[in-house]
T-cell receptor, first 111, second 114 residues
Framework: GENVEQHPSTLSVQEGDSAVIKCTYS??????FPWYKQELGKGPQLIID?????GEKKDQRIAVTLNKTAKHFSLHITETQPEDSAVYFC??????????FGQGTELSVKP | NAGVTQTPKFRILKIGQSMTLQCAQD?????MYWYRQDPGMGLKLIYY???????DKGEVPNGYNVSRSTTEDFPLRLELAAPSQTSVYFC?????????????FGDGTRLSIL
């Protein structure tokens, strides 16, 4: 079955710096790649997603890049702010629609 | 619009007790999911449903049961609680997963088995 690896598990940056989180997957049939943000005591919330026919997608300070050949995708957050501090999860899905999640990255943005 | 609502938010059970975790959504989504999240780990799929009357197993179904009698509700049942089931449980729903529609999550039920 599908296997998703996410790195790093923790990431600490200074406010204003950029943060990058990477995920690799194993199933070449996977075609949907969402990123979720989870704040303390809350459920995950979708922040950005990308489909397999697109290489990059951007939404204000957040961007996701996808390399289908290498089977990896990354989340990029620019100009980080303290409110970006949270746990971020990547996920992978195929035509069946079930999500397989990475292990999560705890991002800490220091003022 | 409430989205996905989970009850209770917290619960402590004794080994061998049973309980039902409730999940309701008001977005008319056909697809609903139950996940568990262990500390420092991602979410693991327990069971899912593609519509009323239809359920199927996910990655970690052992020790759990589900039912889906209506579109809105998708309860998760623990019959004989074990310490290994201590976890945070999340319910999610979506309209059309194969088309890149996002899953919407509830805020979770934190369950401790002692």
């Amino acid at each position: 079955g599908e296997n998703v690896e996410q790195h790093p598990s923790t990431l600490s940056v200074q406010e204003g710096d950029s943060a990058v989180i990477k995920c690799t997957y194993s199933d070449s049939a996977s075609n949907y790649f969402p990123w979720y943000k989870q704040e303390l005591g809350k459920g995950p919330q979708l922040i950005i997603d990308i489909r397999s026919n697109v290489g990059e997608k951007k939404d204000q300070r957040i961007a996701v890049t996808l390399n289908k050949t290498a089977k990896h995708f990354s989340l990029h957050i620019t100009e980080t702010q303290p409110e970006d501090s949270a746990v971020y999860f990547c996920a992978v899905s195929n035509q069946g629609g079930k999500l397989i999640f990475g292990q999560g990255t705890e991002l800490s943005v220091k003022p | 619009n409430a989205g996905v609502t989970q009850t209770p938010k917290f619960r402590i059970l004794k080994i061998g007790q049973s309980m039902t975790l409730q999940c309701a959504q008001d977005m008319n989504h056909n697809y609903m999911y139950w996940y568990r999240q262990d500390p420092g780990m991602g979410l693991k799929l327990i069971y899912y449903s593609v519509g009323a009357g239809i359920t199927d197993k996910g990655e970690v179904p052992n020790g759990y049961n589900v039912s889906r009698s209506t579109t809105e509700d998708f309860p998760l049942r623990l019959e004989l609680a074990a310490p290994s089931q201590t976890s945070v449980y999340f319910c999610a729903s979506t309209f059309r997963p194969g088309d890149g529609q996002p899953q919407h999550f509830g805020d979770g039920t934190r369950l401790s088995i002692l």
